[in-house]
């Protein structure tokens, strides 16, 4: 008989669950939207909620549904080679490319900054991501239950204290919601939806869902439909409080940008209302929390790549990736925030589609027979589509020409795509690749060859 975990079991590894994707994007990115989203922030919200929340959420079932020990083993189910280099690039995504430096200039921007005068910022900078990454480097080559327990005490910590800065701003607002910039004009909808891509917890999804599931299995659930369920509910309990911070930072970034000035990212955003609601102490105890809460996610993320590179690469040791990832991550965070998050987002509208699209072939796969022609079709299609937009949007982003035998594959798109300018051009064509693929293969059955798991 399967064993039947009582809510507190759930409630804990959901809880975890939060703490592993909590960190400094789901603070800054609702606070940049609802300022820029103004009146439409609502429309902006919902189409943030699916990628931020959503995308996650199915990101873990699709971990539990695939059976697989790795995201380089269910990626591999398109070809070996692709496994290694998409989990690869999404490694050092979610690592020492953009995710980790993040945590160390999110932290200074809220915790540090508005304590520094303007001609000393990237001064100060320096010095505190030498001291951030010197102790993310120490923790993560000496791993310890203190960053356990700290984590532990954390996240219901941070939960409370947001929820009662957020609890404020609807009692007492800052101030009027303004109109929307430009881009949240029109299709804020659609604004909200793709800025959801920069908290990059989709992509971690794939790789927090073997530490969720190790979780369920561990507390005695060992059926694949025990597994599932388990998984489900732990994912729901994380997706609720990530949603209601999610719709409270946001909104009270709507309401701020007639006091506060519009931001150039959401950092300042929140410190400036932490000053505002509780003076001084309030934005030495946010800088506190912010600070540890970004230290653990820092070591983790160091952790996670330092081990997965370390299996990689095995005549390369765990110690040396993560001294040369924490190096990595101190030179990237000092180009300032708002230079980590214009990178990173050409590169997630490359990796967006990829893994939304690996999520969608994983749940679907029983009914193509696993077959890896359906697998590597669709992701063929997908890669094709996204690398130009994320070419694309590098280009916009830089305000330079696209690249000369860019233009003919950009207006092409634009004319025949659905919902291209848009960033969703990949959806339509894959569905339809799907769709064909798979009534061959069902109609070819042993003829086409089904990917195999490793032994």
Known sequence: MQKKLPFSSYFVIGVMLFALFFGAG???????????????????????????????????????????????????????????????????????????????????DIGVAPFVGSEFNQA?????????????????????????????????????LLLILLAMSIINPVGSVQAPQDAYASGAFMKGFTEGYNTMDALASLVFGIIVINAVRSMGVTTKKGILLATAKSGMVAT?????????????????????????????????????????????MLTIIITLACLTTSIGLMSACGEYFHTLVPKISYKKFVLFFSALSFIVANFGLANIINFSIPVLMLLYPLAIVLMLLTFLSPLFNDSRLVYASATAVTFMISLIDGLKTFCQLFEIDYFGWMKPIVSFYESHL??????????????????????????????????????
Do not use: C
């Open 26 to 108: 789901n603070l800054i990115f609702p606070a940049s939207l609802g300022q820029n989203a103004g009146s439409n922030v609502w429309m902006a919200v919902t189409g943030f909620l699916i990628t931020g929340i959503g995308l996650p959420f199915l990101g873990i079932l699709a971990m539990g549904v695939s059976g697989s020990r790795n995201l380089q083993e269910l990626s591999g189910r398109i070809h070996p080679l692709y496994g290694i280099i998409f989990t690869s690039l999404l490694y050092l995504t979610i690592g020492p490319f953009f995710a980790a430096p993040r945590t160390g200039a999110v932290a200074y």
């Open 124 to 160: 100060g900078l320096l010095i505190f991501t030498v001291l951030f990454f010197s102790v993310t480097l120490w923790f993560s080559l000496n791993p310890d239950k203190l960053v356990d327990r700290v984590g532990k005490i954390l996240s219901p910590g941070i939960i409370i």
């Open 240 to 284: 609720i409080f990530l949603g209601i911070i999610y719709v409270g930072i946001t909104y009270l970034g709507a309401t701020s940008t007639g006091t506060f000035g519009l931001q150039e990212t959401g950092g300042p955003v929140l410190s400036e209302a932490s000053s505002y609601y509780f003076g001084r102490f309030g934005t030495m």
């Open 418 to 455: 659905p919902l291209y300018n848009e960033g969703l051009g990949w959806l339509l064509p894959v569905l339809i690749i799907i769709l064909l693929t798979g009534i061959y293969a069902r109609i070819a059955g042993g003829v086409i060859s089904r990917y195999e798991e490793p032994n």
